[in-house]
């Protein structure tokens, strides 16, 4: 519904996370065709460190309010969850401690 009338910005705030994994994938697939075909701005805010790194073309990694990563292009492509979890660590200071996010 909230792209019927093509927002300037359309914002998904874990749009999937009480859905099973089977019909959170067919959300995503769904959400990625509409924000293509209408070359939507899109700010998707998850905590599952797969579809960050699956979806969009830019990766912001925040702790306590900042900014701690900021990664897109080729080196967004090549990012696995064990690279992010490093380099978040790296950036913050502290282990990344969200079982949640390191299930998903």
Do not use: W
Request: hydrophobic share 40%; glycine share 4%; charged share 30%.
């Amino acid at each position: 519904m909230a792209t019927l009338k093509k927002p300037k910005l359309l914002l998904l705030d874990e749009h999937t996370a009480a859905l099973d994994p089977k019909t959170a994938a067919k959300v995503l697939e769904i959400t990625d065709n509409i924000v293509n075909r209408d070359h939507l701005t899109t700010l998707m805010i998850t905590h599952n460190m797969r579809d960050a790194i699956k979806h969009g073309n830019r990766l912001i990694m925040m702790s306590e309010g900042k900014i701690i990563l900021d990664i897109s292009g080729e080196e967004k492509k090549r990012l696995t969850v064990k690279d992010l979890l490093q380099q978040f660590e790296k950036a913050s200071g502290e282990e990344f401690a969200n079982d949640q996010a390191l299930l998903s």
